[in-house]
Nanobody, 125 residues
């Protein structure tokens, strides 16, 4: 019954921006840490950003000062605003949730209970 649905991916030139959204259903996002992960072929899924139930964000060093994670608990939506995109940001981006209200960072894939199907982001140089 729990469903996470990502949207907003696409193709942009380096330096451009995209905003990703994740709509959650069958889940109370206010009781879960939420995160964005990304994955490229032949690499492990890596954490990009997380946000806890107190709206405290945490970011991977590779995206600090460029990406912003936020959540709208009234609408049960998670966002990722991506600015100054680089070719190395190209990946499938996944929304994730874990059954704990506190988290200090995105952690690793195995920490999360629920996942979306992903949305592709492609950045050309």
């Amino acid at each position: 019954q729990v469903q996470l649905v990502e949207s907003g991916g696409g193709s942009v030139q380096a330096g451009g921006s995209l905003t990703l959204s994740c709509a959650a259903s069958g889940l109370t996002s206010s009781a879960h840490c939420m995160a964005w992960f990304r994955q490229v072929p032949r690499k492990e899924r890596e954490g990009v950003a997380s946000i806890n139930t107190y709206y405290t964000p945490a970011y991977a060093n590779s995206v600090k000062d460029r990406f912003t994670i936020s959540r709208d608990d009234a609408q049960n939506i998670l966002y990722l605003q991506m600015n100054s995109l680089k070719p190395e940001d190209t990946a499938m981006y996944y929304c994730a949730a874990r059954s704990t209200p506190l988290c200090g960072g995105p952690g690793v894939q195995k920490d999360y209970n629920y996942w979306g199907q992903g949305t592709q982001v492609t950045v050309s140089s």
